[in-house]
């Protein structure tokens, strides 16, 4: 059964707000009401959304000013403005920032169905054709910079190569189409693309980071995120190198995301490039083992890591570890095999 699909409602006149919430929940959309753009951005870092309506003149943080800071957020949730007849010039540039829609009051509610499907299917049309125009270009212009980042630190490329092919392995098991495995392989590959940005000095640290030195640190999902978002056809991919440091208790950065607000490739990410790190041997200590790394995976589920997700990789590394170990077993049996002594060869010589 699919899932019914979420709006949010931003309006700041409580009985309007009230009245758009209670239609939509007769439309049969999960429908969440703000009073203001602030709360709204509360329920945005919280919620799965698949659309928002806005009213467009609001005390405090406007409607055109929140469709703003959900781009430099790289969430890709369309939003429809609602306007008064006398915001026309409002309305136009906010068309120009990128917003999907507008509504003038007062609205027919018996038309709102048609009008957020037809947003809904139009931003889905549009992500899946700036999916279709992915270039190789873009991607050899990207492993490039990845290739600075290793003359930078060595560790850092390493990671994010182990990072895909265990990213790859999840794709196969959550049983991804073509087009998404890419947008993961690529989210993997480029999500510590912002480390590019690091002083050497943070970046090398052998011993514990400063808190000054670790707000840099933690800079570097932004810087990232920053670097390809001027790429229209990766902000999928722009997304996860983003949001890879939430906690689905919401307690990560840079935004404080919270559960299936978190986009799904940056959960993915989150718990893989994780493990890789606490398994990995860093200057300043020793990696722990696999089975020490998917115990603490296990622990933290719920808390920093999606709790669906986290039994998937759990299996995943366990089959992983399974099949390394038949392939020694093997390589071992034919090693032997293969240093026994021809019968014949044997009793000649004897």
Same mark, same amino acid.
């Given at each position: 059964?699919?899932?019914?699909?979420?709006?949010?409602?931003?309006?700041?006149?409580?009985? $309007?707000?009230?009245?758009?919430?209670?239609?939509?929940?007769? *439309?049969?959309?999960?429908?969440?009401?703000?009073?203001?753009?602030?709360?709204?951005?509360? !329920?945005?870092?919280?919620?799965? =959304?698949?659309?928002?309506?806005?009213?467009?003149?609001?005390?405090?943080?406007?409607?055109?000013?929140?469709?703003?800071?959900?781009?430099?957020?790289?969430?890709?949730?369309?939003?429809?403005?609602?306007?008064?007849?006398?915001? *026309?010039?409002?309305? &136009?540039?906010?068309?120009?920032?990128?917003? /999907?829609?507008?509504?003038?009051?007062?609205?027919?509610?018996?038309? @709102?169905?048609?009008?957020?499907?037809?947003?809904?299917? &139009?931003? $889905? =049309?549009?992500?899946?054709?700036?999916?279709?125009?992915? #270039?190789?270009?873009?991607?050899?212009?990207?492993?490039?910079?990845?290739?600075? =980042?290793?003359?930078?630190?060595? $560790?850092?490329?390493?990671?994010?190569?182990?990072?895909? /092919? =265990? #990213?790859? +392995?999840?794709?196969?098991?959550?049983?991804?189409? %073509?087009?998404?495995?890419?947008?993961?392989?690529?989210?993997?590959? +480029?999500?510590?693309?912002?480390?590019?940005?690091?002083?050497?000095?943070?970046?090398?640290?052998?011993?514990?980071?400063?808190?000054?030195? @670790?707000?840099?640190?933690?800079?570097?999902?932004?810087?990232?995120?920053?670097? !390809?978002?001027?790429?229209?056809? +990766?902000?999928?991919?722009?997304?996860?190198?983003?949001?890879?440091?939430? &906690?689905?208790?919401?307690?990560?950065?840079?935004?404080?995301?919270?559960?299936? %607000?978190?986009? *799904?490739?940056?959960?993915?990410? %989150?718990?893989?490039?994780?493990?890789? #790190?606490?398994?990995?041997?860093?200057?300043?200590?020793?990696?722990? /083992?696999?089975?020490? #790394? @998917?115990?603490?995976?296990?622990?933290?589920?719920?808390?920093?890591?999606?709790?669906?997700?986290?039994?998937?990789?759990?299996?995943?590394?366990?089959?992983?570890?399974?099949?390394?170990?038949?392939?020694?077993?093997?390589?071992?049996?034919?090693?032997?095999?293969?240093?026994?002594?021809?019968? &014949?060869?044997?009793?000649?010589? %004897?």
């Amino acid at each position: 059964m699919s899932r019914k699909k979420s709006i949010l409602v931003i309006e700041d006149d409580i009985q $309007y707000g009230e009245m758009l919430k209670d239609a939509m929940q007769q *439309f049969g959309y999960t429908t969440y009401l703000a009073y203001s753009a602030t709360g709204g951005l509360d !329920i945005i870092k919280q919620k799965k =959304l698949d659309l928002i309506i806005s009213d467009i003149n609001m005390p405090g943080v406007n409607g055109i000013e929140l469709a703003e800071k959900l781009m430099n957020m790289y969430l890709d949730i369309p939003i429809i403005l609602v306007t008064g007849v006398n915001s *026309f010039d409002m309305v &136009r540039q906010a068309l120009e920032l990128g917003v /999907s829609d507008y509504l003038v009051k007062p609205i027919k509610l018996d038309e @709102l169905p048609i009008i957020v499907e037809k947003n809904i299917e &139009r931003k $889905y =049309l549009e992500s899946q054709k700036l999916q279709d125009n992915k #270039a190789e270009t873009l991607l050899k212009a990207l492993k490039a910079l990845m290739r600075a =980042l290793d003359a930078k630190d060595h $560790y850092t490329c390493g990671h994010s190569q182990r990072v895909v /092919s =265990l #990213a790859m +392995l999840m794709a196969d098991e959550l049983e991804l189409d %073509a087009d998404e495995k890419y947008t993961l392989q690529l989210g993997a590959f +480029l999500h510590d693309i912002g480390k590019i940005g690091m002083p050497d000095n943070i970046l090398k640290k052998a011993e514990g980071l400063e808190d000054y030195e @670790l707000n840099i640190a933690k800079d570097h999902p932004v810087i990232g995120s920053q670097i !390809i978002g001027e790429i229209e056809e +990766l902000s999928e991919v722009t997304s996860v190198v983003r949001h890879h440091h939430e &906690r689905w208790d919401g307690k990560g950065y840079p935004d404080g995301l919270k559960g299936e %607000a978190i986009p *799904f490739f940056a959960r993915i990410i %989150a718990i893989i490039d994780c493990y890789e #790190a606490l398994v990995s041997d860093r200057v300043y200590r020793k990696g722990v /083992s696999r089975d020490e #790394a @998917l115990r603490i995976i296990e622990k933290n589920a719920g808390t920093q890591f999606d709790p669906d997700l986290v039994p998937v990789f759990v299996k995943v590394m366990q089959n992983e570890l399974a099949n390394e170990t038949s392939r020694v077993i093997d390589e071992a049996f034919m090693f032997d095999f293969q240093q026994q002594p021809d019968s &014949r060869t044997a009793a000649n010589q %004897a």
